[in-house]
């Protein structure tokens, strides 16, 4: 297996809504990352996890909350979002965050988020 | 902060012609990295470029690494239509990924 998967594909949430993104590897992965991508946009590094642990928060404001449950698992919890939420976010993948600098990222197809 | 700019922004280019996209970067990266979009799609790993002089082709694409000059360039040889897309690179400070503003290519008829 050598794919990340992302799930949902889509989301339309309201802005007093709670919900979810799933990110899921079975690569053997330890590093994760999520990136949030606007529209015509270069991909913005939101978190990174490294081993199970976060150790980047590029400042992003606490609506979203990463979860790291296991090593191939990584969750995006969504709360009070605002209508300039709406992106693209994308998870990734590497072996580890030094193996990333080697052979790049491996990129889930993203979920598409529309906050009305 | 590394900043990455990549020109042109847009390029629209007729099949069986040549071109470059170019990708500056602000500071010394370790690496150079590309990768394409599909509208509404995730990123693909093109090329991973690791020092400087680096050469990688794939297909019709060939990308390359001047450390010194901080450029790395795309090259497109004879377009073809399955061409279009988005074209990222992006350069890394220690585990950090930072991703030029994207060129988005349309080859046409």
């Known amino acids: 297996d050598t794919e990340v998967t992302q799930t949902p594909k889509h989301l339309v949430m309201g802005m007093t809504n709670k919900k979810s993104l799933k990110c899921e590897q079975h690569?053997?992965?330890?590093?994760m990352y999520w990136y949030k991508q606007k529209a015509k946009k270069p991909p913005e590094l939101m978190f990174v996890y490294s081993y199970e642990k976060l150790s980047i928060n590029e400042s992003v404001p606490s609506r979203f909350s990463p979860e790291c449950p296991n090593s191939s698992l990584l969750n995006l919890h969504l709360h009070a979002l605002q209508p300039e939420d709406s992106a693209l976010y994308l998870c990734?993948?590497?072996?580890?965050?030094?193996?990333?600098?080697?052979?790049?990222?491996?990129f889930g197809s993203g979920t598409r988020l529309t906050v009305v | 902060e590394l900043k990455v700019e990549q020109n042109p922004l847009f390029l629209s280019m007729q099949e069986g012609k040549n071109y470059t996209i170019y990708c500056n970067y602000s500071t010394t990266s370790d690496r150079l990295y590309w990768y394409r979009q599909d509208p509404g799609k995730s990123l693909e790993s093109l090329f991973v470029?690791?020092?400087?002089?680096a050469v990688k082709q794939e297909g019709r694409l060939m990308a390359s690494l001047d450390t010194k000059a901080r450029l790395s360039t795309l090259h497109i040889t004879a377009a073809v239509h399955d061409l279009s897309a988005t074209y990222f690179c992006?350069?890394?400070?220690?585990?950090?990924?930072?991703f030029g503003t994207g060129t988005s290519l349309t080859v046409i008829p």
């Open positions: 992006a350069g890394n400070t220690g585990n950090q990924f930072y």
């Open positions: 990734a993948s590497s072996q580890s965050p030094v193996q990333a600098t080697i052979y790049g990222y491996t």
């Open positions: 690569m053997g992965h330890r590093a």
């Open positions: 470029l690791l020092s400087n002089g």
